[in-house]
């Protein structure tokens, strides 16, 4: 693991991480838990590009909000 964690880093630096899709094929993203309990989310599409970091509560409010109905408005 790399010694500093950060936004946009490409996702090749955090290695042996057991990512799961949410989508299908490679239409989705990727997530993955950090030993620190962060998460980590890079395109399924583009697994070299950048990881986004997540802390475990932006991801628990994430999937609230989802589970909530709130982001159903932008599927149309």
């Known amino acids: ?3 500093r964690v950060y936004n946009g880093m490409p996702a090749t630096e955090l290695p042996d991480l ?5 989508g299908s094929g ?4 990727e997530m993955a838990r950090l030993p620190d309990g962060q998460v980590a989310v890079r395109n399924a599409a583009d697994p070299e590009g950048p990881a986004l970091i997540y802390t475990r509560a932006e991801i628990e409010a994430l999937i609230g909000g989802a589970q909530d109905g709130d982001f159903d408005a932008l599927l149309g």
């Open 18 to 22: 057991q990512w799961r899709l949410a």
């Open 26 to 29: 490679d239409a989705g993203v």
């Open 1 to 3: 693991m790399p010694d």
